[in-house]
């Protein structure tokens, strides 16, 4: 390939990424320090002409206050962060053994056994969600089948609390834990296990002391492709979660849409990028660039 | 491997499989339901499915998404592709640690942050240079092309990633010139990664309900959208009955495609 | 075989590849630093050398995948030091082979031959030729996944003949075989090169392998050339101590220059402090530091009647090896030494004291 269609492949998309995905972001930013107006589009400009013709620069951090004040923020940004935390691990407790069984199992049977975990991704993530609120519903699939049994008497409360936010969590993102880990055990050495087996390991403590290490980067990767989009969620919280379940990606939305104070939601959007900035860093360190020289 | 040791993942892995399954199955089983009442059964009847296809703002809804996503698609597969054999082929040119940055970034970007991002971005260059002067169709698609993209770059990746450099060089060296080994060897080795891009951004633009949220105008509602409003207000037969309906058409492609890149395999593996 | 290559069999005095003072460097290190090589046409010439030697980025620049810093490459007369590769009369045979997995054995033959405007049945013809040269004929229709190592080998070597180049470049290309497929495969490339006359230029690490099939070496050293001739010249008039012990095992013996005397060196081993003669091929009048190199076959045991070039040590480890013993004796000051004894002739044992001697010609004297 020439060097001209060598910088054309790499400044296509570089150009692209750098107006529709870093630019944005700026722009958030700016905004994050405007004034809050009943104007349309409802913002005051942060840079103003003034009357001598200079350009006048106006930052305001009424927006970061007003985060600051009201503590449902702070606790909105602590359930995101306690909700995604717990909901990782779960899917970590859940996915580590389903991709050590794959890994494990007969090699002809690997692909098709990997197709059914992708499989759900494929699928519309709405209507995956949909699909458990018809499930957990007082008068839900779930529910009808215990009263029907007389397990119980009336409607257990499945759905809109924080146990359905996670359930739904959980049930949504799996696949992203499973393939990573599943990636990583593929390639792995399995005399290794086998040569600790000889040295008189036992199956549990082999796969704490031997597998899980030697997985670490499918693990690291599967729980920041889990942790990261969780702690945003907008649509599980909104659908099955109750009035008083405090997500982030919630109190945004209904910051932008419902109160459209656009200044409070780009200050929220700074302070959720702040917070989730570490680990989107590990995860570009790890993620796409697996063939650094 | 004795028995014992393969066998707890073994039966964690049936549960997990299940946990997967079953709800998806029980919302197809009752989209047959002839109740309205969705989760009693009333007896067999297909006539929900006469109702979503007779239903014209679920039809239009249907119709512009899937026009998105093909649009989206292709031009992720465009931009994404070039990407991906920069990451897997060039070495390491200046940057590229940004490059693969910007490329890993959106992976994992909450949509909410993105869609906002983006909403801000379109409301300036209005302001500023008055485009796009209606939000709908372009800039959902934008916006789609901004987060699938990256996708398309690893897929693409990945795949010249696998095989060996110097295939290329080869057909260089029995005398193929540059655009002839592009055109006989690398894009027929790429073409099953180029391919399963494709479809991956086709689903995630045709699943996206946040992003499209954001950058949509009004007359613009994508099926997501429908989706949402109506879940939103509780259970509905018809919606049963829509989601049945993606998921075998999601399944058929599915099917398809892997088969298709089964061939491809045996072709090229 | 067609009329080109029995063109090229004609063997023609003088330099066919002329590669003049070229040097190539990655990022600031020098890979290759300033060769000059002459092959001759209808050669089996091998580059030699360690990993990191330069041999294969020598290699890549006669193939036109590098372009060199300095210097020139001309092949038959033309310079083609900036000839892009599809333009070369060279082709090359990958060390991985580099098949197209999307081809059949036919398409993947057929590919360089489809680069040039001929007709279609003269590219079956050749193919055809070309399969019945490899022995592939009844495998024409297989991916390269559904073949043995031995049959991909086959297969990269037809696609590479199949043009007929002025030049065929091999990287390593019995690496990836197994120990047995290796000996055969080495005497059938030799049988093709004799019999197409094409000139082939083989990159290995492997001295044994290289000796075996080489018309000439050439051994490179951190991208310089170590030394180039015939094995067998290589193998006893070696020039340094890294080509002699870079071509098998050999005894080096630090000793003193103390004169010369018509037709030999006189000098004295700092192990054993006796005064030795051996021929003085250099014709060189250098005195001080040097080396005497032998080869472990070369010494014998001797019985009591000594010649002048002896030694006496305790035998300390013998290895059956099938046709011979290699075995280690140590001299009184703690040196060991290698020689190894024909399985007819009885050894002593462990412990037991063994008298070495070697012909004067055996020894070489060394300066680096």
């Known amino acids: 390939m020439s060097g001209r269609h060598r910088t054309l492949a790499i400044a296509a998309p570089f150009a692209w990424m750098l107006t529709f995905f870093v630019a944005p972001l700026a722009i958030v930013l700016k905004i994050s320090f405007s004034e809050s107006t009943a104007e349309r589009p409802p913002y005051a400009p942060l840079f103003e002409m003034g009357t001598d013709g200079g350009i006048a620069f106006q930052p305001s951090v009424s927006a970061y206050l007003l985060l600051l004040s009201d503590s449902l923020y702070f606790y909105a940004f602590l359930g995101s962060l306690r909700i995604a935390a717990v909901s990782t691990f779960v899917c970590l407790l859940i996915g580590l053994p389903m991709a050590y069984a794959i890994a494990r199992s007969r090699p002809e049977r690997r692909n098709l056994l990997v197709l059914l975990v992708m499989l759900p991704f494929w699928t519309s993530f709405l209507i995956r969600v949909y699909a458990w609120m018809a499930l957990l519903k007082p008068t839900g699939i779930l529910n009808n089948v215990l009263i029907s049994l007389g397990l119980v008497d009336e409607p257990l409360p499945l759905m809109n609390n924080d146990f359905a936010v996670h359930l739904g969590i959980v049930y949504s993102y799996l696949p992203f834990m499973v393939l990573p880990i599943y990636a990583a055990l593929e390639k792995m050495d399995w005399t290794l296990v086998e040569a600790a087996a000889d040295l008189g390991c036992r199956p549990l403590r082999t796969f704490f002391a031997v597998t899980t290490p030697l997985c670490w980067h499918g693990i690291a990767a599967g729980s920041l492709l889990v942790f990261i989009p969780a702690a945003g969620e907008f649509v599980i919280p909104d659908l099955l979660g109750g009035p008083d379940t405090l997500m982030v990606g919630r109190v945004l939305w209904t910051e932008f849409f419902i109160n459209r104070d656009w200044p409070a939601a780009a200050a929220l959007t700074i302070a959720m990028l702040s917070v989730l900035l570490l680990p989107i860093l590990a995860f570009q360190r790890m993620g796409v660039d697996t063939d650094r020289p | 491997m004795t028995a014992v040791r393969v066998g707890f993942p073994r039966i964690l892995l049936g549960l997990g499989y299940a946990f997967l399954y079953a709800p998806i199955a029980l919302l197809v089983i009752y989209s047959f339901n002839e109740s309205r009442l969705v989760t009693v059964w009333g007896g067999f009847s297909t006539r929900w499915y006469g109702e979503v296809l007779a239903n014209e703002r679920i039809v239009d809804a249907a119709w512009l998404s899937l026009s998105i996503a093909a649009m989206s698609a292709t031009v992720a597969v465009l931009l994404g592709t070039p990407a991906g054999f920069a990451l897997a082929r060039f070495g390491r040119f200046s940057g590229r640690t940004v490059f693969a940055g910007l490329l890993a970034a959106p992976l994992v970007m909450p949509e909410v942050i993105t869609g906002l991002s983006l909403l801000l971005l379109f409301v300036g260059l209005e302001e500023s240079i008055g485009w796009p002067n209606e939000r709908g169709m372009a800039t959902i698609v934008i916006a789609h092309v901004s987060f699938t993209m990256p996708y398309v770059a690893i897929v693409v990746q990945a795949r010249l990633a696998g095989f060996d450099r110097n295939l290329e060089e080869a057909a260089l060296d029995l005398g193929a010139r540059p655009l002839a080994v592009l055109r006989s060897i690398t894009l027929p080795l790429t073409a099953p990664a180029i391919v399963a891009g494709w479809l991956l951004s086709f689903t995630l633009s045709f699943d996206d309900l946040v992003i499209a949220s954001f950058v949509t105008g009004p007359g613009a509602t994508t099926l997501p959208m429908l989706i949402f409003s109506s879940v939103r207000l509780g259970l509905s037969p018809q919606i049963n009955a829509l989601a049945t309906m993606m998921l075998v058409a999601v399944s058929l492609c599915l099917v398809v495609a892997a088969w298709m890149m089964g061939r491809r395999q045996t072709v090229s593996s | 075989m067609s009329r080109a290559a029995a063109e090229t069999a004609v063997s023609e005095p003088g330099s066919f590849i002329r ?295 305790v035998l300390r480890a013998a290895v059956f090896r099938g046709e011979s013993h290699s075995c280690r004796i140590e001299l009184p000051n703690g040196k060991s030494v290698l020689f190894t004894a024909p399985t007819v002739v009885p050894i002593p044992r462990q412990g037991e004291s063994v008298e070495l001697s070697w012909p004067p010609s055996a020894g070489v004297v060394l300066f680096e």
């Open chain 3, 19 to 313: 590669i003049e003072d070229i040097a190539k460097s990655f990022s600031g290190v020098p890979a290759v630093a300033g060769v000059s090589l002459e092959i001759r046409r209808g050669e089996l010439f091998c580059l030699l050398g360690a990993s990191g030697s330069g041999k294969t980025t020598l290699l890549r620049m006669l193939a036109g995948f590098e372009r060199p810093d300095r210097g020139a490459i001309s092949i038959d007369g033309a310079d083609v030091t900036a000839m892009p590769p599809y333009l070369r009369p060279v082709n090359l045979m990958f060390q991985s082979y580099a098949l197209f997995p999307h081809m059949s054995v036919e398409g993947n033959i057929a590919f360089g031959l489809r680069q040039e405007n001929l007709s279609r049945s003269e590219i079956a013809r050749r193919v055809d030729e070309m399969l019945a040269l490899v022995q592939m004929t009844a495998f024409a229709r297989r991916r390269p996944h559904e073949l043995s190592g031995g049959q991909r080998q086959r297969t990269a070597l037809a696609r590479a003949l199949a043009k007929l180049p002025k030049v065929l470049l091999l990287d390593e290309p019995l690496a990836a075989l197994d120990r047995k497929l290796r000996e055969e495969t080495r005497q059938e490339l030799v049988a093709i090169q004799a019999r197409l006359g094409i000139t082939f230029i083989v990159v290995t690490h492997d001295a044994e392998e290289a000796m075996g099939m080489a018309s000439r070496i050439a051994i490179l050293k951190g991208g310089k050339l170590a030394q180039i001739g015939s094995p067998s010249a290589l193998y006893d008039r070696p020039r340094s101590r890294y080509v002699a012990d870079f071509l098998g095992p050999v005894n080096l013996f630090e000793c003193e220059i103390l004169g010369h005397e018509p037709g030999s060196v006189v000098l004295r081993l700092a192990d054993l402090d006796t005064e030795l003669r051996v021929p003085d091929e250099l014709g060189t009048a250098r005195t001080g530091r040097a080396w005497l190199a032998i080869r472990p076959e070369r010494m014998t045991q001797s019985i009591g009647v000594a010649p002048v070039n002896r030694m006496r040590g």
